[in-house]
């Protein structure tokens, strides 16, 4: 017997959930084992995890999951990554975490996306990246950063979203998906890459950002290191997976033109595949990628 191995970074905690390949009993959920994430608030409008929390763990619900089910990690034969979108990780050229990971629901870039927008055009902005420049997301985060905390910003060698840093300390590569990417300000919508034009507006390195994959591209395999502490077997291929939203959409079977998916939890989204890279003129739907290879989407989020 084979399973697949799905990991979820969320903003309250971290979940594995093996599910089955047999042909007769394919997709199936066999076991679910998670763990809480503190969150931190330190001043008004800020929210912020420390990453080592998720990679901790993580590594004990996978352990938990493995031991309850029985399962080895020798039969784990594939995994994927999902999570909670736009949090900005901070790695030093080490691959050392330089400060807590502002989140997706930290609110204390207004000013740094009025400036993003006066600095871009919002037109330049749509259509380069399908969105506007919103506080929830990573670019903003960066300028943040770059204005008040120099000395951190200038010891920054690479940029990661929060499941990618768990991709990181699972593979020790550095590689992120499409789906995750677009909701970074910084991905060409059309492209599916880094916006050179955008990169150099905002002047961020492009050296800080991870290679992008599509959804189902292997990002790597679970190092010798991540083997010991999760119970897994070294050389397990990783993919690339999705942000939390794109994932939950090819789970409902939202992945062609048409089908829409509706979540209503710690946000409310309304979630619409494309079958091209569409964007809504006056910037009130996002537009990104999604975790399947050759779609976009727009959502909508209240």
Not at 130 to 157: C, H, M, Q
Not at 173 to 186: K, N, P, R, V
Request: charged fraction near 20%; hydrophobic fraction near 40%; glycine fraction near 12%.
């Amino acid at each position: 017997m084979s399973y697949l191995l799905g990991i979820d970074i969320s903003t309250t905690g971290n979940k594995a959930l093996l599910v089955s390949t047999d042909p007769a009993a394919a997709g199936k959920v066999v076991g679910v084992a998670a763990s809480e994430n503190p969150i931190s608030t330190p001043k008004p409008l800020w929210s912020e995890q420390d990453p080592t929390d998720w990679w901790t763990g993580i590594q004990a619900a996978i352990r938990q999951v493995l031991s309850e089910t029985g399962i080895s990690g020798e039969q784990v034969i594939g995994i994927g990554l999902t999570g909670q979108m736009h949090g900005l990780v901070l790695l030093d050229e080490n691959g050392e975490v330089l400060r807590p990971s502002i989140l997706w629901n930290d609110q204390r870039t207004g000013p740094q996306c009025e400036w993003i927008t006066e600095q871009v055009g919002l037109e330049n902005l749509l259509a380069w990246t399908g969105s506007p420049a919103l506080t929830g997301f990573t670019a903003p985060k960066v300028i943040w950063v770059r204005e008040n905390e120099p000395d951190i910003y200038a010891r920054a060698a690479q940029i990661l979203l929060p499941k990618d840093y768990v991709r990181f300390k699972l593979t020790g590569d550095y590689a992120t998906d499409m789906a995750g990417a677009s909701g970074m300000t910084l991905l060409d919508l059309t492209r599916r890459d880094w916006s050179t034009e955008m990169l150099k507006a905002l002047d961020i390195p492009a050296k800080w950002l991870p290679p992008t994959h599509e959804g189902t591209e292997v990002t790597g395999t679970i190092s010798k290191e991540a083997a010991e502490v999760t119970g897994l077997k070294a050389g397990t291929p990783v993919v690339g997976g999705g942000g939390d939203q794109s994932a939950g959409a090819v789970g409902v079977g939202a992945v062609r033109a048409g089908v829409v998916g509706l979540v209503l939890g710690t946000s409310g989204v309304v979630f619409a595949p494309t079958a091209e890279p569409l964007v809504e003129k006056q910037g009130r739907l996002q537009a990104h990628c999604h975790a399947v290879p050759g779609r976009w989407h727009f959502m909508g989020v209240g």
